[in-house]
C-alpha cells in the first residue's frame, strides 16, 4: 500500500519568502514521486519528479525538491516566492504494479504582497 | 500539442438524468484514467483503463461507469447522477510502462447535480 501526506492544507508567505511544501510518503517499494500545481480553474501540470539517481530535483518555475529516503519526506521548495505562484499543490506517488498514482490532499499557496 | 481534452468544462444537470463526460488524448498513450477532485480529499481514482477493452476499478468507482473502445478516448458515465457526485472531475493518460511516466491532466469537468 501507499499513502501520501501533506501536512499544511493552506500555506501563507510573503512575496520573496522562502516556499516550504511538505511531503511524506508511506510505499512498500522505491518510490517514484512527483509534485504537481494545480492554478485556478486549471488542470494538474507537473512542476518535478524524482525518480532514481540524484537525490534533489529540479523543476520548473524554479522549485526544487529534495528525495530523503530516511526521513520519507519529498518537500518542495522555492528561495523567493512570486504572486504567480499562487495555487494549489499536490504531492504524489507510485510504487510498483501498472502505475497507479496516489495524490495527497493538497496544499493551497497564498503569496501575499 | 499533446494534450488530454475534456468536454464539457462545466455542466449543471438534475438528479437521476444521465450524462457522459468525454476525454481525448492525442499521444497514442494506453494508460488512462478519471479523478474527482473534492476539498480536503485531493484527487481520488475513479477507473483507470490500460489498453483498449480493458478497465478496472479506481478507489471511488460507484456511480460511474467507462468504456475505451478506442484508444484515444475514454468517456465517464453516470448513469443517475445523485448530489454526492457534485464535484470536479479530471481525465489523465499516461505513456508507456514505468514508474516514472507522469500523467498529463485535462483541464477538468466541473459537474453540479441538483
Known amino acids: 500500500a501507499q499513502s501520501v501526506t501533506q501536512l499544511g492544507s493552506h500555506v501563507s508567505v510573503s512575496e520573496g519568502a522562502l516556499v516550504l511544501l511538505r511531503c511524506n510518503y508511506s510505499s512498500s517499494v522505491p518510490p517514484y514521486l512527483f509534485w504537481y500545481v494545480q492554478y485556478p480553474n486549471q488542470g494538474l501540470q507537473l512542476l518535478l519528479k524524482?525518480?532514481?539517481?540524484?537525490?534533489l530535483v529540479k523543476g520548473i518555475n524554479g522549485f526544487e525538491a529534495e528525495f530523503k529516503k530516511s526521513e520519507t519526506s519529498f518537500h518542495l521548495t522555492k528561495p523567493s516566492a512570486h504572486m504567480s505562484d499562487a495555487a494549489e499543490y499536490f504531492c504524489?506517488?507510485?510504487?510498483?504494479?501498472?502505475?497507479?498514482?496516489?495524490f495527497g490532499t493538497g496544499t493551497k499557496l497564498q503569496v501575499i504582497p | 500539442e499533446a494534450q488530454v481534452t475534456q468536454n464539457p468544462r462545466y455542466l449543471i444537470t438534475v438528479t437521476g438524468k444521465k450524462l457522459t463526460v468525454t476525454c481525448s488524448q492525442n499521444?497514442?498513450?494506453?494508460?488512462m484514467s478519471w479523478y474527482r477532485q473534492d476539498p480536503g480529499l485531493g484527487l481520488r481514482q475513479i477507473y483507470y483503463s490500460m489498453n483498449v477493452e480493458v478497465t478496472d476499478k479506481g478507489d471511488v468507482p460507484e456511480g460511474y461507469k467507462v468504456s475505451r473502445k478506442e484508444k484515444r478516448n475514454f468517456p465517464l458515465i453516470l448513469e443517475s447522477p445523485s448530489p454526492n457526485q457534485t464535484s470536479l472531475y479530471f481525465c489523465a493518460s499516461r505513456g508507456p510502462p514505468g514508474r516514472d511516466t507522469e500523467a498529463f491532466f485535462g483541464q477538468g469537468t466541473r459537474l453540479t447535480v441538483v
Open positions: 499521444m497514442n498513450h494506453e494508460y
Open positions: 504524489a506517488v507510485t510504487s510498483g504494479g501498472y502505475q497507479k498514482v496516489t
Open positions: 524524482y525518480t532514481t539517481g540524484a537525490t
